[in-house]
């Protein structure tokens, strides 16, 4: 029986492994002279987003891909770098030396009246570390009305236009890479590497002669890896705070070489995984949570949609099939649209065919099922791992299984049971390993060496 349980558990185990190994190779052979001077800082293998690095994921795993799909996607990532030619840096107070940047996102909504920044990740306002120099990446359209003098806004200003001449002087300044490495063209051409230049240019103006550290909100993305580049050559400390829920296939993370210097993360598992991905034992601090603080969340008897949805007829046919074969009584559960997609016409016609489904079975019997209070997630999602660590059993929907499905080869507290090819449920050995829910934080003094922040 126990052989049985940990062939289950190694589902997808050896492909992760294979994969983690081609992409090390990969982002070495970019750290050549031949790729001078971005080296890897322009590539992003992120497996939730549909970019030229999940691309090449897909080819990696086996994973069909269509051609016109993947060449649209490439074209429209290409031309969206457009939309970031005229960012804006607001309230940079030059006068003010602070020794200490945070870099973080924000909206209009996380600042207060008095011109404080509330941020999400940490779970504190700006007023409290009065000593730093928050940088947001400002991502709505219209601005605060006040902003604090140790704040300053990058702001993206989107203005959903197309410069065709921006385009040419794109593609002219990196075809060289064509000839070497064709993946490597495709990410310097991204939409990510333009905004990774803007963005630098702005940190330029930002670093000082009495920056000694500085703090990422930190997912890997170009931009961030851009910054540390030129951080390092000025031999400050970059840190990096893994502030998101661990990933299904986290392989953004693979360590590259304009990584933070040390990152902090939340579970014994995830610092297990990144150790796998490349970083060295002693680069990485696990502290409890800022942003998953230890207060109740119910996650049961819900159905939370993905940002995006593939198959409609597929998820039906999963779904359909829990109610039938496990008795699982769909009418106890209420339907989470993913935020981001509230204006989603295919997730109302996903609700709406779910609905249906309700009212087909609503005289079903369900008095022997053993899955009365469990969360079903669809798809790939990172809130998984919050519903197993505040207690609740999962069953995950999985559209691409080898990219939405948790695997013992990065997270080792999962206990995974298949159901059928797309079906998994989920719960958890030992609690705190995936996240250690926290304390709201009185300060940031967890993350700097000498606590004076």
């Given amino acids: ?5 940990l062939n289950k558990n190694k589902y997808y185990y050896f492909e992760y492994k294979i994969l983690i190994e081609k992409i090390k190779k990969k982002l070495i052979s970019y750290n050549s002279k031949t790729y001078k001077p971005d080296y890897d800082t322009s590539t992003y293998f992120a497996s939730y987003y549909n970019g030229q690095g ?10 069909k891909n269509n051609i016109f799909t993947s060449l649209f996607s490439i074209l429209k990532d290409f031309i969206y770098s457009s939309n970031y030619n005229e960012i804006k840096l607001i309230n940079n107070n030059k006068k003010i030396l602070f020794n200490k940047i945070i870099f973080t996102w924000g909206y209009k909504k996380n600042f207060k009246k008095n011109g404080s920044l509330q941020d999400n990740y940490f779970n504190i306002n700006s007023r409290q570390s009065p000593n730093a120099h928050w940088v947001v990446l400002f991502l709505d359209q219209h601005l605060p009305s006040k902003i604090d003098n140790n704040v300053t806004l990058i702001h993206l200003a989107n203005r959903k236009k197309i410069n065709l001449l921006l385009m040419l002087k794109i593609l002219i ?7 070497f490495d064709q993946q490597y063209f495709l990410f310097s051409i991204s939409s990510h590497n333009f ?6 240019k702005m940190c330029k103006q930002i670093v000082n002669k009495s920056t000694k550290s500085v703090l990422f909100t930190y997912e890997a993305q170009p931009f961030q890896n851009t910054i540390i580049q030129f951080l390092k050559s000025k031999k400050i400390k970059t840190l990096g705070y893994i502030h998101s829920p661990p ?3 986290p392989t953004n993370f693979v360590k590259k070489k304009y990584s933070p210097t040390k990152i902090f993360v939340n579970g014994i598992d995830q610092k297990r995984c990144f150790t796998k991905l490349g970083w060295n034992k002693k680069e990485i601090k696990i502290i409890p949570s800022t942003r998953f603080l230890n207060i109740k969340k119910n996650f049961s008897k819900q159905i939370f949609f993905p ?8 998820i039906l046919k999963n779904l359909e099939y829990l109610i039938v074969n496990l008795k699982l009584d769909i009418n106890q559960y209420k339907i989470r649209n993913h935020p981001a997609a509230e204006n989603s016409s295919i997730h109302r016609n996903l609700k709406l065919k779910i609905d249906g489904l309700k009212k087909k079975y609503n005289r079903h019997s369900f008095k022997k099922s053993k899955f009365k209070n469990f969360s079903i997630f669809i798809g790939s999602s990172g809130s998984i791992i919050e519903a197993l660590e505040r207690g609740c ?16 080869y990065f997270w080792e507290s999962i206990i995974v049971k298949k159901i059928n090819n797309n079906i998994f449920t989920y719960s958890l ?8 829910l926290g304390n709201k934080p009185k300060n940031l003094n967890m993350f700097f060496k000498n606590g004076d922040i």
């Fill in 247 to 249: 990933l299904a296939l």
């Fill in 1 to 5: 029986m126990k052989k049985n349980n």
């Fill in 54 to 63: 999940l691309g090449f994921i897909k080819k990696l795993l086996g994973v």
């Fill in 195 to 200: 905004l990774s230049k803007k963005i630098l």
């Fill in 429 to 436: 050995s030992k609690k705190k390993n995936l996240i250690h």
């Fill in 173 to 179: 300044s990196n075809l060289k890479y064509l000839i």
């Fill in 307 to 314: 940002i995006s949805i593939k198959s409609i007829k597929e």
């Fill in 393 to 408: 059993k999962v069953i995950q929907i999985a559209e691409v299984p080898i990219l939405d499905f948790y695997s013992n």
